[in-house]
């Protein structure tokens, strides 16, 4: 029996519509029909033999094959672009630098920097870690080429482009009782970080006696203090693996949703390369 092939046309259909949420908002962006979507995926469906979405009055949401599928989808859409690349992209040469918050630069970026070091091996890149502060006044000064930096929500954004947003969680060690103590011991990095100051800012409001009980700069530093049961954190949603968990609950108050933005000092073929990796890493983790 012969195994039928995905199509990249339907695979672009299929993510543009599992990130836009409609076929009629998708069909803006892959500059189709919403007709002609529709009968893409139901030919897909029939060729999987499987359910891709649950279609609403207002949304579609994807089934648990559909995500699946979205994460392969997203993954060889990549691939098929890599190849491309690597074929007919202008041969580039140079140094960039890029400045990253200790979170991004540990978790996010080396893979993102691996990619690119695939399509463009010629190309140096120089990865900065610290502040977001610390960060802008480099990139001022013309010792990066972009940096991305944290902000508490969009509306404070004034420079660069918001290229990801997500979650601030309360996280502490699984089966650990920091949470539960009064005043709340809080592990935070230094006081220009966002994440402090949303946090700071929810416990205020919601009238929580706290106390800051671990102070460092570094995630690893937050993760230790949680582990060792001295403190809880805020933490991005997806961050939080085990032995961490989130602590959900009535007892500590939502803090609200952070954002990064890409800020680049100026535009050429070499910085909107790795800026074009940069931002196609941060969709893929919606």
Same mark, same amino acid.
């Given at each position: 029996?012969?195994?039928?092939?995905?199509?990249?046309?339907?695979?672009?259909?299929?993510?543009?519509?599992?990130?836009?949420?409609?076929?009629?908002?998708?069909?803006?962006?892959?500059?189709?029909?919403?007709?002609?979507?529709?009968?893409?995926?139901?030919?897909?469906?029939?060729?999987?033999?499987?359910?891709?979405?649950?279609?609403?009055?207002?949304?579609?949401?994807?089934?648990?094959?559909?995500?699946?599928?979205?994460?392969?989808?997203?993954?060889?859409?990549?691939?098929?672009?890599?190849?491309?690349?690597?074929?007919?992209?202008?041969?580039?040469?140079?140094?960039?630098?890029?400045?990253?918050?200790?979170?991004?630069?540990?978790?996010?970026?080396?893979?993102?920097?691996?990619?690119?070091?695939?399509?463009?091996?010629?190309?140096?890149?120089?990865?900065?870690?610290?502040?977001?502060?610390?960060?802008? =006044?480099?990139? *001022?000064?013309?010792?990066?080429? #972009? &940096? !991305?930096?944290?902000?508490?929500?969009? $509306?404070?954004?004034? %420079?660069?482009?918001?290229?990801?947003?997500?979650?601030?969680?309360?996280?502490?060690?699984?089966?650990?009782?920091?949470?539960?103590?009064?005043?709340?011991?809080?592990?935070? =990095?230094?006081? *220009?970080?966002?994440?402090?100051? #949303? &946090? !700071?800012?929810?416990?205020?409001?919601? $009238?929580?006696?706290? %106390?800051?009980?671990?102070?460092?700069?570094?995630?690893?530093?937050?993760?230790?203090?949680?582990?060792?049961?001295?403190?809880?954190?805020?933490?991005?949603?997806?961050?939080?693996?085990?032995?961490?968990?989130?602590?959900?609950?009535?007892? !500590?108050?939502?803090?609200?949703?952070?954002?990064?933005?890409?800020?680049?000092?100026?535009?050429?073929?070499?910085?909107?390369?790795?800026?074009?990796?940069?931002?196609?890493?941060?969709?893929?983790?919606?």
């Amino acid at each position: 029996m012969k195994i039928p092939l995905l199509d990249n046309e339907v695979l672009r259909s299929f993510v543009a519509i599992a990130e836009c949420g409609t076929f009629t908002s998708a069909a803006r962006v892959v500059h189709r029909t919403p007709s002609a979507l529709s009968m893409q995926i139901k030919q897909l469906e029939k060729n999987l033999g499987k359910t891709l979405f649950i279609r609403e009055p207002r949304r579609v949401t994807l089934t648990a094959d559909g995500e699946i599928l979205l994460d392969y989808g997203r993954r060889l859409l990549r691939l098929n672009e890599e190849a491309v690349q690597h074929f007919i992209s202008p041969i580039l040469e140079g140094k960039v630098g890029i400045g990253t918050s200790d979170d991004v630069g540990t978790r996010i970026l080396p893979e993102v920097l691996a990619e690119f070091a695939r399509s463009y091996p010629a190309v140096l890149v120089d990865v900065v870690v610290g502040s977001s502060k610390q960060n802008l =006044a480099r990139l *001022d000064a013309g010792q990066l080429d #972009m &940096t !991305l930096v944290t902000v508490a929500d969009e $509306g404070a954004v004034t %420079r660069g482009e918001v290229v990801h947003e997500e979650p601030l969680v309360w996280a502490g060690r699984e089966g650990a009782s920091a949470y539960l103590r009064s005043p709340l011991p809080i592990a935070m =990095a230094h006081e *220009d970080c966002a994440w402090r100051r #949303m &946090t !700071l800012r929810a416990l205020d409001t919601a $009238g929580i006696a706290y %106390r800051i009980a671990y102070t460092c700069e570094h995630c690893s530093g937050q993760e230790a203090a949680m582990l060792a049961d001295l403190a809880v954190a805020p933490f991005p949603k997806s961050l939080v693996r085990p032995p961490l968990k989130e602590i959900a609950g009535d007892s !500590l108050p939502e803090i609200g949703v952070y954002h990064l933005a890409l800020v680049r000092r100026g535009s050429d073929p070499l910085t909107d390369a790795l800026a074009s990796h940069v931002k196609g890493a941060f969709q893929s983790l919606r």
